[in-house]
């Protein structure tokens, strides 16, 4: 069952304050606020949908069609020597955010991933890599 009262809901409400990277009539994209990487983002479906099992087809082809702009976008906006993509399904599956979505993490030879959910980024950092992911897509 889909909670409209998980933290990315209420994002695309706006609710919640985030550092916005793009928009299109299907996704969303925001900086995660725990990044494993500098620069570390996350691609959201704008309809609801919990995890992968949950997600229309269409909505999750959007998803993928955007994530796909977002990583060229990243390689480019940060140097990066490689992207990895991921997403997780329910607890057990790594999940903490019941509103689907893939994160986009810029990687660098011998650079081991920070802890997941680990320290929160410093606000400018957040605004200067979006700022450097907006440029990039433009
Ligand atoms: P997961 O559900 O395990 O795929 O990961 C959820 C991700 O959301 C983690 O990487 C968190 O750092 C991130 N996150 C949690 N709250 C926020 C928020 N308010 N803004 C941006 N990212 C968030």
Known sequence: MY????IFAKILR???PCNKVYEDDATFVFMDIMPRSSGHCLVI?????RDIYDCDEAALAAVM???????????KAFD???ITVQQFNESAGGQVVFHLHVHVIPR?????LRPHSGDIEAA?????NADKLIAALS
């Open 3 to 6: 909670d409209d009262n998980n």
């Open 14 to 16: 706006g609710e919640i």
């Open 45 to 49: 479906p704008k309809s609801p949908a």
């Open 65 to 75: 069609k955007t994530t796909k702009k977002i990583a060229i976008a990243s390689k």
């Open 80 to 82: 990066a020597d490689g």
């Open 108 to 112: 660098f030879e011998g650079v081991k």
């Open 124 to 128: 400018n950092m957040l605004v200067e």
